[in-house]
């Protein structure tokens, strides 16, 4: 044995070096700023601060409310839109799926610029709707995100499986909630993640909107600005418990479903 | 009339996705500073955008850090995924966890986290690109090795042993066969690097230099600001990025259009 040949085992290292410096060190630091005070003394106040402190939680409930408004537009929109796509009338043109996603590929900046643009014209002033313009300029925004793993959900999903309800006498309805949906489930899951998330964080959109209201990335960022390391830890390392949590979760949904199908 | 719910469904939503960039294009080309005031047409728009000093930096340096994020996630990523493919399991299972990490963590904290161990913890120079490079490549790289394992997945296994019983180095059998094999996942990793570098705006804002600005964070700063000027000459640039984009879906439509043909 030659030990000093190149094997393609090898590659891995460099690879997983720079992913245990650059991920999860940064992450371990974050945790470890947000359990200590500003000279290095274990302390659990910042954290119990934000969670006794009525403004930070109602920035956590605000976020909440966002997220989930609009994910569930954000549903009723690619849901049916990437059904017509994978198994409707637009299924053989593989252009429009193409045209659904392409504003992916255009700076989010940009497009909220455009769409803040007509929102002007229409509203007048963009300051009096400061709730209904960040849930429209959000489902702008992630709308493609989310079509892209409801399509590839449809597609996998069996027509005959959906015949073979109607023939047995299932109404449309019937169809879409006793087959369709059950079916889609998956789909929907790593659907809502693309989406969920990067609504509770990305303040961008909020700001370009005028809206002065904090959520959770918000407070990320004026902690960033004003230097309080400690704050701006606590505020991720919540954040980061929250994304682990919902990982388990849709992790453990998606596995027992499968588990399911097969049994 | 299920037909025409459907169509209706269709084009209402591609109606709210491209009204807004088709108007800002429309107005792009004429002497307006706001939409609904016509005025008439205009292509100083343009002209500012490739001639404002400001604008040419901004675009070029997003430009440069895209490309040089891109080529270093590339690399670090497909040797990851070569690497890792052809590890035992147990490794394999690691650093499929490391990978993900990032993808499913927020921008806002991989951005955040970066700058708090490189530029707080470490007093590393923001200067330096180094902490802005880096945490861009966290990001970018998992994504690149997500689309070359499936591609070494489909390879046939034994090739590679058959190039080394042919005599080729396992360097040499790396680059003439399992590199060309996997090509095609290599290019769309490096294409999702690109996109996800010049779509990037919270990594950027906490670990960039402070003077230096990329297309997200300047037409933040930009819509704060009042210069009418910029303003519309980011229209322009939304224009451009617009038609490019256009085209590079179209270019690879009608290859895999040509591909399927063939």
Known sequence: MNKLTFDRKMLVIPYVFFLVCFVILPLLVIVYYGFTDGSGHLSFENFLAFFTNPKTMGTLVYSLVIAVTVTLICLAIAYPVAYILAKGEYAKHHFFLMIFVLPMWINFTLRITALKEILTVIEWNLALHPFANTIVGMVYDFLPFMIMPLFNAFTKLDSSMIEAGRDLGANSLQTLTKVILPLSVPGIISAVTMVFLPAMTNYVVLDMMYNSTYIMGSLIGSYFSSFDWNNGSVISAILLMFIGLCTILTNYAVQSKAERSRA | ?262
């Open chain 2, 1 to 262: 009339m299920r037909k025409y719910v459907e169509h209706a469904v269709i084009w209402l939503a591609l109606a709210f996705l491209y009204l807004p960039i088709l108007i800002l294009v429309f107005y792009s080309f004429t002497d307006s500073t706001m939409i609904g005031s016509v005025r008439g047409f205009s292509l100083q728009n343009y002209v500012t955008l490739f001639t404002e000093p400001e604008l040419l930096q901004m675009m070029l340096g997003t430009f440069t850090l895209a490309i040089g994020v891109a080529v270093i996630s590339t690399l670090l990523g497909t040797m990851g995924a070569i690497g890792a493919f052809h590890a035992k399991k147990t490794t394999r299972t690691v650093v499929e966890f490391l990978n993900e990490v990032p993808i499913v963590n927020a921008d806002v904290v991989t951005g955040f986290s970066v700058c708090i161990l490189m530029i707080v913890l470490f007093h590393m120079d923001k200067d330096t690109y180094i902490p802005l490079v880096v945490a861009q490549t966290a990001l970018c790289a998992p994504f690149v090795y997500l689309s070359v394992t499936p591609r070494l997945k489909m390879m046939d296994g034994a090739l590679y042993e058959a190039a080394l019983d042919l005599g080729c180095t396992p360097t040499q059998a790396l680059f003439k066969v399992i590199l060309p094999q996997i090509m095609p996942g290599i290019t769309s990793g490096f294409m999702t690097a690109i996109t996800l570098s010049l779509d990037d705006y919270f990594i950027t804002t906490y670990t960039k230099p402070a003077t230096f600005d990329t297309i997200s964070t300047y037409v933040v700063n930009a819509t704060r600001g009042s210069q009418t000027s910029i303003k519309t000459a980011l229209w322009a640039l939304s224009t451009v990025i617009f038609v490019i984009v256009i085209g590079i879906v179209v270019g690879m439509n009608m290859n895999s259009v040509k591909q399927e043909e063939e």
